[in-house]
């Protein structure tokens, strides 16, 4: 079975859920309570598991160009949701579920120790198959997440084109290969009578995607060139866009030649970029990462600020812990510097509060400070968010003891310390 590979990037993360969003919302769904994870798999497949997560594979985003087809997925895999498909599960699946997210929380801590591959987008899982996670839905509970999806596609004066398209390929991929049949057969079982019942129910709708796609189609391509870039061979991708000087061959290059540790090469690439998109914080959050994972601090401190001063807030949750770890990896351990990195960690928690790294890197630089009682908080919020119950109680049992009770300046960190002791029990009482 395949290890899981979850890529943890804002940007591609970002255009996934402004596909997604209005689909929400037509559902009676909150946004901002849907996670959307990108595995990095090249099968074509999506799926939904652990109460509202949406899980994408990097293969289904590649095989199509634009965003129609993705919308469809995405709009059956909130039907499925809406409907309460998820609620009929059968028993032990929680269970797999949350052994993926842990194994998914494991990879982003393995991140800390700087255990990296192809850059710090990509987060590797554990052992966990996402097979493990998928509901194994019936065709009646198919049609029904097929309602859904055309009901909210009606709402948004969009049309089914993009949903019928993978359909009809997987519907395909099913004659002559009844002994191999893609993940996605399995779990979300594809008929002849799905596909005509939804060319039946919008034959008279005169939808058009023109608007949304002209408005998405930009982002789109940043996405495909981004991955492209990290998930080929960089020998190939070169090899391929050595003579091409377009917007994607440049984005392809500059990632390619970073990953081969040609500096000068892709700094050029991504320059060039920048120097024709001087607003695009995204771009200087990508150059920030070339720069830090090729052991330049300084200027990428400097490029990562850039990015921080050009994009939201939750754009720059996971730029501001980038920037934090490069501070605290300087030589000079300038208690300023430290501070300000502490700072940027604590914006970032605000929407990174799962994020065991975030804590892992809190952890060392109060360290660094020599602020052992919050150092040692942080780092048992860590294990608590690695399921290392044990030693996150340890840990807080040690922090206890060491605060004085009647001491007003020790109040916060006791009430927070006891928070954590209680909730570590509570969940090994689980």
């Given at each position: 079975?395949?290890n899981?590979a979850?890529?943890r990037?804002r940007e591609i993360e970002?255009?996934?859920?402004?596909?997604?969003?209005?689909?929400?919302?037509?559902?009676?769904l909150n946004?901002?309570?849907i996670e959307?994870?990108v595995?990095n798999?090249?099968?074509i497949?999506?799926?939904?598991?652990?109460?509202?997560?949406i899980?994408?594979?990097?293969?289904?985003?590649r095989?199509?160009?634009t965003?129609d087809s993705?919308i469809?997925?995405?709009a059956h895999e909130t039907g499925?949701?809406a409907?309460?498909h998820l609620?009929?599960?059968n028993?032990g699946?929680e269970?797999a579920q949350?052994?993926m997210?842990l194994?998914y929380?494991?990879?982003?801590?393995?991140?800390?120790?700087g255990?990296i591959?192809a850059?710090?987008?990509?987060?590797m899982?554990?052992s966990?198959s996402?097979q493990?996670?998928?509901?194994?839905?019936?065709?009646?509970q198919e049609?029904?997440a097929?309602?859904?999806?055309?009901n909210y596609l009606?709402k948004?004066?969009?049309?089914?084109?993009?949903l019928?398209?993978v359909l009809?390929f997987?519907?395909?991929?099913?004659i002559?290969y009844?002994?191999?049949i893609?993940e996605y057969l399995?779990?979300?079982?594809?008929?002849?009578?799905?596909?005509e019942?939804?060319?039946a129910r919008?034959?008279k709708n005169r939808?058009?995607?023109?608007?949304?796609?002209?408005q998405l189609?930009?982002?789109?391509?940043i996405?495909?060139?981004?991955?492209?870039?990290?998930?080929?061979?960089?020998?190939?991708?070169i090899k391929k866009?050595h003579n091409?000087?377009?917007l994607?061959?440049?984005?392809v290059?500059?990632?390619a030649?970073f990953?081969k540790?040609?500096?000068d090469?892709?700094?050029?690439?991504?320059?060039?970029?920048?120097?024709?998109?001087?607003?695009?914080?995204?771009?200087?959050?990508?150059?920030?990462?070339?720069l830090f994972?090729s052991?330049?601090?300084?200027?990428a401190i400097i490029?990562?600020?850039?990015a921080?001063?050009m994009l939201?807030?939750?754009?720059?949750?996971?730029?501001?812990i980038s920037?934090a770890?490069?501070l605290?990896?300087l030589?000079?351990?300038?208690?300023d510097l430290i501070?300000?990195?502490?700072?940027?960690?604590r914006?970032?928690?605000?929407f990174e509060e799962?994020n065991p790294i975030?804590?892992?890197t809190?952890?060392?630089?109060?360290?660094?400070i020599n602020?052992?009682?919050?150092a040692?908080?942080?780092l048992?919020?860590?294990?608590?968010l690695?399921d290392?119950?044990d030693k996150?109680?340890?840990?807080?049992?040690?922090v206890?003891d060491k605060?004085?009770?009647?001491?007003?300046n020790d109040?916060q960190?006791?009430?927070?310390a006891?928070?954590l002791?209680e909730?570590?029990?509570?969940n090994n009482?689980?």
């Amino acid at each position: 079975m395949a290890n899981i590979a979850i890529i943890r990037d804002r940007e591609i993360e970002k255009f996934l859920h402004q596909l997604a969003d209005p689909i929400f919302i037509q559902a009676g769904l909150n946004p901002k309570e849907i996670e959307i994870y990108v595995i990095n798999d090249d099968s074509i497949n999506a799926f939904v598991s652990n109460g509202q997560k949406i899980f994408i594979n990097t293969g289904l985003i590649r095989k199509y160009k634009t965003p129609d087809s993705l919308i469809g997925v995405i709009a059956h895999e909130t039907g499925h949701i809406a409907s309460g498909h998820l609620a009929r599960a059968n028993e032990g699946y929680e269970d797999a579920q949350n052994a993926m997210i842990l194994s998914y929380l494991l990879g982003i801590g393995a991140m800390a120790s700087g255990s990296i591959d192809a850059g710090s987008a990509i987060i590797m899982g554990g052992s966990q198959s996402a097979q493990r996670l998928m509901i194994k839905y019936t065709r009646g509970q198919e049609e029904s997440a097929d309602s859904q999806a055309l009901n909210y596609l009606d709402k948004l004066a969009y049309p089914a084109n993009g949903l019928v398209e993978v359909l009809n390929f997987f519907n395909s991929q099913m004659i002559g290969y009844k002994e191999q049949i893609d993940e996605y057969l399995l779990t979300h079982p594809i008929s002849s009578k799905r596909i005509e019942l939804i060319k039946a129910r919008t034959a008279k709708n005169r939808y058009t995607n023109h608007k949304l796609n002209q408005q998405l189609q930009p982002q789109m391509d940043i996405v495909l060139a981004k991955l492209e870039g990290f998930l080929e061979q960089p020998d190939e991708l070169i090899k391929k866009y050595h003579n091409r000087d377009d917007l994607h061959s440049r984005y392809v290059k500059a990632i390619a030649y970073f990953r081969k540790a040609q500096l000068d090469e892709s700094l050029k690439n991504i320059d060039s970029l920048i120097k024709e998109k001087p607003k695009s914080g995204f771009l200087y959050d990508l150059k920030g990462q070339i720069l830090f994972e090729s052991g330049k601090n300084q200027e990428a401190i400097i490029t990562y600020d850039q990015a921080i001063k050009m994009l939201s807030n939750h754009d720059t949750a996971l730029t501001k812990i980038s920037f934090a770890l490069a501070l605290i990896n300087l030589k000079d351990h300038d208690h300023d510097l430290i501070k300000l990195a502490i700072n940027k960690l604590r914006e970032a928690q605000k929407f990174e509060e799962n994020n065991p790294i975030l804590f892992k890197t809190l952890a060392s630089a109060y360290a660094k400070i020599n602020d052992e009682n919050n150092a040692n908080l942080a780092l048992a919020e860590f294990n608590l968010l690695i399921d290392q119950k044990d030693k996150c109680l340890k840990i807080i049992n040690k922090v206890i003891d060491k605060l004085d009770k009647k001491n007003v300046n020790d109040q916060q960190q006791l009430l927070k310390a006891n928070d954590l002791k209680e909730f570590c029990k509570k969940n090994n009482d689980d």
